[in-house]
């Protein structure tokens, strides 16, 4: 509901074919916690993998 059906890197609508991923890997020191998950679709978690976020959205050209 708060993603309002949307992949969070994407925008694109989630579908029936999505992952929940962890915001901050567990490998990298991310909690098991509401507070880091996300919806992704497959496709953008299986690209994300155990990257950092900021890494993983600046190869998106999302950030600077």
């Known amino acids: ?3 309002k059906g949307k992949c969070t890197c994407c925008k694109k609508p989630l579908g029936n074919n999505y992952h ?3 915001i901050m890997p567990l490998a990298l ?3 098991n ?3 880091n998950m ?3 679709r497959q496709q953008c978690n299986n690209q994300k993998c155990m990257k950092h976020p900021v ?3 600046r190869e998106r050209g999302l950030l600077l």
């Open 1 to 3: 509901r708060l993603q």
């Open 20 to 22: 929940l991923d962890h």
């Open 29 to 31: 020191g991310g909690k």
């Open 33 to 35: 916690e509401d507070s």
């Open 38 to 40: 996300q919806l992704l």
């Open 55 to 57: 890494d993983f959205m």
